[in-house]
């Protein structure tokens, strides 16, 4: 038996405040919604992956969560047209990331990122 899946949960008692930052700007889809709890995500990428560090490169805090995009400049620009806090970059980093630091609505620091090429 091995591991299918890791859900990240962020406790809120306002589910609706992540639909902007997620759902309209990452594009994930809401794939439950019991009212109490709200799950995104994207039906087709199903990766099981758990990262522990004690910092996150660079000289850079630990971030809370990792989310590989595919136009890091895009999703840049809209976080910062949106209000949400930059906190890092965008840079490229020494072992072949694109990235920035974001704050989420639940004040979660979110590292954006996509490998180069």
């Known amino acids: ?17 992540a639909e902007k930052f997620y759902g309209d700007i990452l594009g994930l889809e809401v794939l439950m919604d019991l009212g109490w709890i ?14 522990f560090a004690n910092q996150g490169g660079s000289g850079t805090g630990t971030p809370d969560m990792s989310i590989e995009v595919e136009d890091v400049d895009t999703i ?22 694109y990235r920035f630091y974001v704050r989420d609505p639940f004040n979660k620091l979110v590292n954006i990122l996509s490998h180069i090429k």
């Open 1 to 17: 038996m091995g591991v299918k899946r890791i859900v990240i949960n962020i406790d809120t008692e306002d589910t609706s405040k």
């Open 38 to 51: 709200k799950t995104y995500g994207n039906e087709n990428e199903k990766q099981v992956q758990i990262s």
């Open 76 to 97: 840049y620009h809209q976080m910062k047209k949106s209000g949400f806090k930059i906190e890092y970059g965008p840079v490229i980093e020494p072992w072949g990331v």
